[in-house]
């Protein structure tokens, strides 16, 4: 029988990101593993004839939320058995996914030449962040792991916003890159199209009035970014808020183009990072 040529399919698909190692997949043995992991895994029982990979578009780290990330598939089926349709790979996989927060959202046939990664024009993140917290206790339990509440008192938002500016367009982003095993190979130069900050709703925060919290989101889009470049963007951000730095000193960081000139500990954490979107 004429073996037909795999189906590939786009799938999008959200997960809490703080129970895994990241997005990518890993050896079996780690105590966190992968999204990757379990994506790879909910499709197997799909019983494909060759084994299914999941390219995914966007490498989010350990800890990092995704709102949308993109992947392809190729599914290969035993001769005589008809593809599947978007809504019976989105069913499927959704069933063998629980109870792991992964969601897939959508699930559509595209052309073989379709990447994930390659085929992406921008992706767009979002940082949230919760001001009016003295101390990390005071963080609603609702919002633990999906903001970060720096201390130090309110920030300076219109000096954030100043910095950010320096942030537009096309850099060596070398200084806000962290090295990485795969880093040399990558060029730096990345687009930026867009950093807003705005104020933002918390979850239920509005039950909480009596204190005085804020959210705020730094929204992030490119076409794509060196490894942890947003959480470096928005620690040198925050630090301008907080008055460690002032707006010129983010340009500066940029024309010294190196990862060490980068503040010691002053990049966001994992937590209030969310991919938002992979724009195609």
């Known amino acids: 029988a004429m073996v037909c040529a795999p189906a590939r399919y786009l799938v999008f698909f959200q997960y809490f990101g703080t129970r895994y190692s990241g997005v990518t997949e890993t050896k079996s043995d780690q105590a966190l593993v992968g999204v990757q992991n379990y994506l790879e895994r909910a499709a197997q029982r799909l019983k494909p004839s060759v084994p299914i990979r999941f390219h995914v578009s966007s490498r989010t780290d350990s800890g990092v939320h995704a709102l949308c990330n993109a992947a392809h598939l190729d599914i290969q089926r035993a001769p005589g058995k008809p593809e599947f349709t978007g809504k019976q790979l989105l069913r499927s996989l959704n069933a063998h996914l629980r109870p792991e927060p992964i969601r897939i959202l959508s699930a559509q046939r595209v052309p073989s030449t379709f990447h994930a990664r390659h085929s992406a024009l921008s992706r767009t993140y979002i940082y949230r962040l919760l001001l009016g917290c003295a101390h990390h206790s005071q963080v609603p339990v609702f919002e633990r792991d999906l903001c970060w509440a720096p201390a130090g008192g309110p920030l300076n938002v219109p000096a954030m916003r100043e ?64 490894y942890r470049q947003v959480r470096r963007m928005v620690g040198a951000l925050v630090a301008v808020g907080q008055g460690k730095l002032e707006p010129h000193h983010v340009k500066e960081l940029l024309e010294v183009k190196d990862p060490m000139a980068f503040p010691p500990n002053a990049m966001a954490p994992p937590s209030g990072l969310f991919l938002k979107s992979v724009e195609y």
Do not use: C, N
Request: no cysteine; net charge neutral; proline share 6%.
């Open 163 to 226: 910095a950010a500016q320096f942030l537009l367009g096309t850099h060596d982003f070398s200084t806000f890159r962290s090295l990485s095993s795969d880093a040399p190979s990558q060029s730096p130069v990345r687009t930026i199209f867009q950093v807003d900050i705005q104020p933002s709703p918390g979850f239920l925060s509005h039950h909480y009035e009596h204190r005085a919290l804020e959210f705020w989101e730094v929204k992030v889009r490119g076409r794509s970014f060196v």
